[in-house]
């Protein structure tokens, strides 16, 4: 466990502290970091990975299964807790947010990558959890704040705008087709993908540098219990479920205890529903992941 601490999550959380850093130095420009990783870097490492990664529908379907099982038995949970404790509307949203997106890309893509040792089968799987995450959160995530106040329009027509979905459309049907893309395509969006591991935590540490705690701690003691112990703990019980070993999942599982996306502060900031709240709780999960993320990967070489 010393050994997957120190090797895997001692380098993500380097580059997250560069980026603490840099941010405090230079007090660098957040929104356009998260335009830049959302809007060109994300989707253009989806897109790639998607379309030179051999993989087939069958695998495909099985992650799109255990990501929909997943989702909605965390949403119930989020659900229950949030009568059981009595949260305001508001409360309630960001705290389900908090639990249903998690960090798959500026986190879970370079804890991936430095645990299979580059493996392209295992970094397929996370691409597809990136995916539907970035789907989920950019349409039902902002969907779910836009009914506090009731607008439900503009929610449901953002989903159309986010490139992850056409990146993720055009990797695989151009993949599945056997489709030879250009070299002059291939090599910028090669550059693109090399950028992602240090770009998004060099973000993620700069968002994270911003965080403060302030108030609502039992709201996020609650979520961090959920999202990152609850969590692989029903990875676990879904990857037995489906018959699924191996890579399959361990890849599945890991993936499953990645602290609270920071894009879920982000828009609660954005939509101004309890943006303090979803802060804190992305920070503390951040913080505390590093032990208990070293502990499920550990967990996850033993069982599978």
Known sequence: MIGVFVDIIVPVFILIGIGVYLHRVFQLDLYTLAKVNIYFIVPGFIFLKLYETTFS??????????FSFFVVLLYV?????????????????????????????????????????????AMSIQVIILTFQNILTFSWGIFALKTVDGNKLNAVLGYFKMPVLYAMVFGIGLNMMNVDVPEFVLIPADYIA??????????????VAQLRFAKNLSVVYVSLFIRLLLGPVIAIGL????????VTAQALLISSAMPTAV???????EYQNEPELSAQIVLASTVFSMLTVTVVISVSRILF
């Open 263 to 269: 894009n879920s502060a982000i828009i609660a900031q």
């Open 57 to 66: 529908l069958t695998l495909f379907l099985s992650v799109l299964l255990f």
């Open 77 to 121: 949970i989020s659900l229950i807790v949030s009568r059981l404790f009595r949260y305001s509307k508001s409360v309630r949203a960001s705290f389900t947010n908090s639990i249903l997106f998690y960090n798959s890309g500026n986190y879970g893509v370079p804890v991936n990558d430095l645990v299979f040792k580059h493996d392209p089968f």
């Open 239 to 246: 990857i037995y479920a489906f018959g699924m070993d191996g």
């Open 194 to 207: 090399d950028s992602m591991v240090a770009i998004a935590l060099v973000t993620l540490g700069a968002q």
